[in-house]
């Protein structure tokens, strides 16, 4: 005789479900964070702080919008730190800072101002405010911890400007961030000589840093200190945006970019050249100095994107404009740094005379510690390239 059996199967109730999402929640957590709990730790600080540098964005846009486009008292073309709540005018004024009552008063636009909880010192907010030369309303996180913050300027960081991976040295160079070292790491370039701002892409006022500026100087760039985060080894890839003006130039090698060092033994340095007849000229230290060169590539008054890339294969490649350009081999086997030196930006630091500065303007200098893949530098390029 058969037998029919029935079984009954329970269903989870909806506080079961809840309760096993919730600890699901809690271990991916968890697992985040262990996996690197200072980074982790300190993105989600930055996110705070992007938030609060957008409220202060909306209070002053408001403001303005009551008060026929005027600018609250106080603010100018240098970037001040905002005075917190608790401080009164005299005493905000009396510290070189930046009052903001007109925000707070009978909390019109804003309860309190915010408050990094970096902030160091007693009266400020760990926030700054300025005017750039747009006449927009810039602001930015002193105690940003793993890149610039800064909201109020179309060419602020929290637009796109491609991938931030294994990102060790980046150097904007123009009236917002200078030489300041925009990857995190600090490594702030410090300037010399002639270097003025100048015209950059897309027409952007003060948008680079023109090395011409200045030709009875003979000895001008920008100069970053040495540190062994810019020991790359042999997977690399760095680049820069180039406006190229030979013409104007005093000398046929031309820095773009170079640890400086190039003598024996100094394995691993390299020098980024323009070189004459529209060459591009790598001179990398692999005991002796290797010359690769690329021909033809570079255009006399106009802007170019140039990238370098290492991949552990040792061969160097070019991209011009987003195109490759070749592939060049190292002779023997390329090695690691030896001896660490600074870093120089349109000037080659062991010249005492004009033979190798730059004819023409950089920006947006980046260095990072890993090979770039194609979709990458497509992407940096695209990011920053004239609209």
Known sequence: MKKVIIINYSAFTLVEVLLVIGVVAVLATAIIIAVNPLHQLAAARDSTRLKSLSTIQKAINQY?????????????????????????????????KLYLGELTNNQEYLTRLPVDDLATSSL????????????????????AELASITVGDPDSLLRDFGTAEGLVG??????????????????????FGGVATST?????INGSYDFLANLVVPYAGVSIPSTNIHDVGTAWTMGAWFYNNLSSAT??????????????????????????????????NNGINVNLIWSAVLISDQWQHLVLRMNNDNAVELFVNNIAKGKKK????????????????????????????????????????????NQEISGWYNATKTK
Not at 124 to 143: D, E, K
Not at 172 to 191: E, P, V, W
């Open 330 to 373: 190292i002779p023997g086997v390329y090695k690691e740094v030896l001896v660490r030196n600074s870093i120089s930006l349109g000037a080659y630091n062991g010249s005492t005379g004009p033979a190798y500065r730059l004819g023409g303007k950089l920006a947006d200098v980046r260095i990072y510690n890993r090979p770039l893949s």
């Open 64 to 96: 303005q919008v009551d008060h026929k486009g005027a600018y609250p008292n106080g603010l100018v073309t240098k970037l001040q730190e905002i005075c917190n709540n608790d401080v009164v005018q005299s005493q905000c004024l009396a510290d070189g």
């Open 251 to 284: 000398g046929t090698m031309q820095t773009i970019l170079t640890r400086n060092g190039q003598s024996q033994p100094n394995y691993g340095h390299w020098w980024i050249i323009a070189y004459s007849n529209k060459k591009l000229l790598l001179q990398i």
């Open 170 to 191: 980046w150097w904007m160079l123009n009236d917002l961030y200078g030489a300041k070292d925009l990857s995190g790491y600090g490594k702030n370039g410090n300037l």
């Open 200 to 204: 950059g892409m897309n027409n952007k």
């Open 124 to 143: 400020g907010t760990g926030y700054q405010a300025a005017i750039n030369s747009a006449g927009r309303v810039v602001l930015s996180a002193m105690y």
